[in-house]
């Protein structure tokens, strides 16, 4: 995927257009990223980075299950799982690992699981101003992967309060994040509350692409 191959093709001398892959990294390293949560002053659902079973099985216990269990750098969400068990982390890290042989680059995100109402952002960003034609709001229960869920335009059960804390939000984190270019932003609302799932600095499934203006 493009993300991925961001920082090889820096390496290679290639010119990357968009965001940098210093700040795609920031998006998708939690150590990074949550010192920008931080900053912004926006929460994210309590959770930790992992490489083995072993810690992933800490990790779960310590949060409590259910947890949302899913790799970082894919696309959409792909893999990611609702843990409830022990049984459910050996099996969901033991195909992540067949999938993803090394997860020294590539780990795995533990997060505890709330049961909220999830919404979407798509917005395009050129470092400075922010242009956000709408919010999307999910279907499904939270924690279906973005392929598989059905998003609403515009989303019909946000409050206009709501609604003035994720367009800030999403300003916030875009500009900070350094973005050139699309973003896709995915947000999770527990009781009234805004959580921030996972900020994806390039195009998401709910942009439309036009290959020849006529």
Known sequence: TAIKLTEALLKMGVKILGTSAENVDAAEDRELFDEILEECCIPRPKGTTVFTCEEALDAAHSLGYPVLIRPSYVLG?????????????????????????DLSEHPVLVD?????????????CDGKDILIPGIMEHVERAGVHSGDSIAVYPAWNISDKMTDIIVESSRNLAIELKTKGLVNIQYLIYDDELYVIEVN??????????SKVT
């Open 112 to 124: 505890k699981y709330l049961m909220g109402q999830e919404v979407e952002v798509d917005a395009i």
């Open 201 to 210: 600095p390039r195009s998401s499934r709910t942009i439309p692409y036009i």
């Open 77 to 101: 969400g792909a893999g990611m799982q609702i843990a409830i068990s022990d049984k459910d982390i050996i099996e969901f890290m033991d195909i992540i690992t067949r999938t993803i042989p």
